[in-house]
């Protein structure tokens, strides 16, 4: 009986990537090498940027994002996976452009919260500029009734200095970052998502007070029981 085989479109940036596979490894239920789920992965980080694009200060990255995705479906996968929020702007273009299922990340961990007992009616999020802009998790969200709270612009300037510094290996920001994350508790919210794929590499789940909702942990999750799903 074939098993499904994941594919992972990532590079965006690198290390959530390596994060994902590690995740989708840890939560796999297996007891020999042979337990574990193919994955093939397409790290592609000569992707445009993504915010520059929706700023329209950059490249189209659509163009990119499809050829990697028409990488893994010709690799065997049976369906993908983009460690990116930002990314998913283009979900439904790169969609479009392969015969394979992919994983909405920013649906699922929007469903994710929605299901969390007791009730959250008003969440944080910090995201890329990107992600904020076109109300990736906004929109999502208050189809959901729940309410998306985000940082003021000089709270943003921290969330996206945040980023860009773990994308090249520095993670001194983490403190500015809680001070963030302090104001938006300030603000009464339920609970909070960490909608970039690097936010999650600077603080863990189990840190603050508040309920923390990680995409990629989502990801994992929904990767993880789709390849269990026999073909």
Known sequence: ???????????????????????????????????????????????????????????????????????LERAGASFIAIPCNTAHHWL???????????????????????????S????????????LEVGLYQKVLAGLSIEALTPDSVDQNVVTEAIYKVKTGDYSSKEKLISVIDHLLDRDVHGLILG???????????????????????LARVAVELAGETL
């Open 1 to 71: 009986m074939a098993e499904k085989i994941i594919g992972i479109l990532g590079g965006m940036g690198p290390e959530a990537t390596v994060e994902l596979f590690q995740r989708i490894v840890k939560l796999t239920p297996a007891k020999q090498d042979q337990d574990h789920y193919r994955i093939i992965i397409d790290n592609n980080p000569k992707i445009p940027d993504r915010t520059a694009a929706i700023q329209d200060c950059g490249p189209d990255p659509l163009p990119s994002l499809i050829g990697s995705a028409c990488v």
């Open 92 to 118: 439904e273009g790169i969609r479009k452009s392969v015969s394979i299922p992919i994983i909405d990340m920013v649906g699922e961990t929007a469903l994710t919260v929605s299901q969390y007992e007791p």
């Open 120 to 131: 959250i009616r008003s969440i944080g999020v910090l995201a890329t500029e990107g992600t």
């Open 196 to 218: 970039c794929t690097e936010l999650p590499l600077l603080v863990s789940e189990g840190e603050l007070s508040c309920p923390i909702f990680d995409p990629i942990s989502v």
